[in-house]
């Protein structure tokens, strides 16, 4: 069931995606070789608490932290570890969320730690790029494979490959609702966009095969081949005026 939002719900829920904002770029600050993903999760987890709010991801469906931190060919859903310490060259994606006023806010981003090389970063700036090409297509009247195809296109036209086993979603008082935005689709096609409707943009970009496995974890998806992979959130409202971002700070 799809949940539109009043604009007093999208008030509330504002804050959510403000402080989840606010918890990604402390945590982003703290990238840096030498820092484990556990601290990372961390300075998120007090940022989050400081606020008042709740970590959304914390013990959600048994996930252990706050924050999901993948590193290099991990996709999504790693799990902060004192034993994971980041090194110059790495890739590291963050994705965390934030519950207050009854709300979730939900948002994710790649972050370079030290010195990338030029395929590394440029991977990260496509898949970056590519959220905004599906925000731009989260208008009223349009469709769910308007986004999905946009993202896909974006990626694909620069040898990129986008995750299938993974979506977008609804967001609202719970951190997954209805409907789901993966990130590919055919124009024109899928559930109507109206306006209330608040949803989380999240292209997952494979430098090489779309190709995926699940560790023994239970969680950290990793990329089959090896290869490098980004992931960018944003929690977007769809209004009567356009996509409004809200988990931009
Ligand atoms: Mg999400």
């Known amino acids: 069931m799809i949940v539109l939002k009043t604009s007093r719900e999208l008030a509330l829920m504002k804050e959510a995606c403000r402080i989840s904002a606010g918890a990604l770029k402390a945590a982003g600050e703290a990238v840096e070789p030498g820092v484990t993903t556990a601290e990372i999760d961390k300075i998120a987890h007090d940022f989050i608490l400081k606020a008042g709010a709740t970590p959304a991801f914390l013990n959600y469906n048994g996930f252990p932290a706050a924050a999901c931190i993948s590193i290099n060919d991990e996709v999504i859903h790693g799990i902060p570890s004192e034993k994971r310490i980041l090194k110059s060259g790495d890739i590291v994606s963050i994705d965390l969320g934030a519950t207050i006023n009854g709300y979730v806010g ?39 494979g308007d986004i999905g195809s946009a993202i896909a296109q974006y990626c694909e036209d620069r ?91």
Do not use: Q
């Open 106 to 144: 939900d948002n994710a981003a790649t972050f370079a730690v030290g010195d990338i090389s030029a395929e590394a970063k440029r991977l990260c700036d496509v898949t970056e790029e590519s959220l905004y090409e599906g925000i731009r297509r989260a208008v009223a009247g349009g469709r769910i």
């Open 159 to 249: 040898g990129y490959s986008v995750v299938r086993e993974y979506t977008g979603h609804g967001v609202g008082a719970k951190l997954h609702e209805d409907p789901s935005v993966p990130n590919f689709g055919t124009p024109g096609r899928g559930v109507r966009l109206l306006p209330g409707m608040t949803i989380a943009i999240e292209p997952m970009i494979n430098a090489g095969g779309a190709g995926i496995r699940v560790l023994p974890d239970g969680w950290t998806v990793k990329t089959r081949d090896g290869k490098l992979s980004a992931h960018f959130e944003h929690t977007v409202a769809i209004t009567a005026d356009g996509p409004m971002i809200m988990t931009r700070l």
